[in-house]
């Protein structure tokens, strides 16, 4: 098959696709944002004025090789 002999075809098809791809696209819902719950549950303390808020970080060390 001669693919230049058929281009118009080929691209007249590939319009087509498109437009049908974004005529379904455009129908699918807008996507909603929620507030996500944590899975594990989380200590919530803030730093105020007064006292200055701590982040502690717990993590396996990684193996030192030279």
């Known amino acids: ?13 590939t319009l087509a696709v498109v ?24 200590e919530n303390n803030i730093g105020t004025p007064d006292h200055m808020a701590v982040v502690i970080v717990r993590a396996r060390k990684l193996p030192h090789h030279a």
Request: net charge neutral; aromatic share 2%.
């Open 19 to 42: 437009g049908a791809g974004s005529l379904v696209v455009d129908r699918l819902p807008d996507a909603q944002a929620s507030t996500a719950r944590p899975a594990i549950p989380v």
């Open 1 to 13: 098959m001669n693919i230049q002999k058929h281009m118009e075809a080929v691209f007249i098809t």
